[in-house]
């Protein structure tokens, strides 16, 4: 409008081109300021999770506790705030049918009953979503086959619990018995076919007021209240992922001491498994690994799993990560330098990142590129490369 004024004023070209910049950019100038001050205020803190030094959150007995980067309350929702939720990510899951004799079906209520009181308190709509995700694990490949075996994962051992509650003391406290009946019925309901469809295939969730060091790996799915819902990406977040039936023997009712011994957690309690093979990826030469080796890879992901080689140069690590990343948009390497701690089989756990040497996380979504080093190893100057609880 302004430009044919000015022609049929007679203005200068010049002049007229002029004007039209001017008014371009007092628009722009005009949209920045109106901004949603919340809203930039989320994105500045989101983006400061990746350069903020990540510690503990207060010691536990062992197991340790989930490792969470450093934010106050308000500065962890707000970052989780500015983390979108997975278009159509709620995937419902199909029905399940605990077909197990009435023995383990009991032992199996009975445990489930337990995470859904233990983990979601008095909120009923909590509990349905807890209860659902200890289905969809028992569902997945990355996962033990028993419901006892899924809830108590971890609990035995001293690298850490799946579900808190069954190694921070929790289950010291004896819940009321209308809390418990109702927990019961819920976890009933569960195994006879109820689904919670708000949830989705999510395998994993977090309060909002912590972000956990793995927050970033996994796909947003659902918000329940306080609790965030997340699940895998790429296939193994996809329901065909989810194919896995329930084994027995389940833990007996009455003891909650953890997983029966006939439940292995992972490949590596497995003294049967067969050797450790490697794997290669193509474009990338064996030279420019330096020494490391690959033990397992997803292209589809972009997640590759190393075994670093002993006594190499810590840099090296960075290298290698790079090389492998190179023409990845959006990539991951994990990296250990104990035979025994690689994991058997992606997606890596994050129970399993707890003994990592080292991380590489290259991000589209960012724009950016990381190295992460377990600095109780190797030493750092610049502690926001250590990784979670390590600098």
Request: glycine share 6%; with cysteine.
């Amino acid at each position: 409008m302004i430009m044919c004024r000015a022609r049929s004023r007679g203005w200068p070209p010049r002049l007229v081109m002029l004007s039209c910049v001017l008014l371009l950019l007092t628009l722009l100038v005009i949209a920045v300021a109106l901004r949603p001050a919340e809203r930039d205020k989320a994105s500045r803190i989101h983006r400061a999770v990746h350069t903020l030094p990540a510690l503990s959150i207060a010691p536990r007995p062992i197991p340790e506790p989930m490792k969470v980067v450093a934010l106050t309350p308000e500065q962890a929702r707000a970052s989780n705030l500015a983390v979108p939720i997975l278009p159509l990510g709620a995937e419902a899951a199909r029905p399940f049918i605990y077909n197990g004799s009435p023995q383990n079906r009991a032992s199996a209520q009975s445990c489930l009953a337990a995470a859904v009181y233990y983990e979601a308190g008095d909120d009923v709509v909590g509990e349905r979503a807890v209860a659902q995700v200890v289905l969809n694990r028992l569902r997945h490949p990355a996962f033990p086959k028993t419901i006892c075996g899924v809830v108590f994962e971890g609990s035995e051992r001293q690298t850490g619990c799946q579900f808190t509650f069954s190694c921070d003391g929790s289950l010291l406290r004896v819940p009321p018995i209308q809390a418990w009946t109702r927990a019961n019925a819920i976890s009933d309901a569960a195994l006879t076919g109820f689904v919670d469809k708000a949830v989705g295939l999510a395998t994993y969730y977090h309060a909002d007021w912590v972000v956990p060091y793995w927050r970033d790996t996994l796909d947003k799915v659902a918000v329940v209240h306080s609790q965030i819902f997340y699940r895998w990406r790429g296939k193994w977040g996809r329901s065909t992922a989810f194919n896995g039936r329930a084994a027995s023997p389940e833990l007996p009712d009455s003891t909650f001491a953890g997983p029966a011994e006939t439940i292995l957690t992972s490949a590596d309690d497995d003294l049967t498994a067969p050797p450790r093979t490697s794997v290669s990826i193509n474009g990338v030469p064996s030279a420019a690994l330096k020494g490391a080796i690959i033990r397992l890879k997803d292209d589809d992901t972009g997640q590759y799993v190393l075994q670093l080689p002993p006594n190499a140069s810590p840099g090296t690590f960075a290298v290698t990560a790079f090389t492998i990343c190179a023409e990845k948009s959006d990539c991951f390497v994990f990296a250990w330098a104990d035979e025994h701690d690689v994991p058997r089989a992606l997606p890596v756990l994050p129970i399993a990142m707890r003994t990592m040497a080292f991380m590489y996380h290259k991000s589209s979504v960012f724009n950016d590129a990381r190295p992460f080093w377990d600095c109780r190893r190797y030493a750092r100057l610049l502690k926001n490369q250590c990784l979670p609880g390590t600098g």
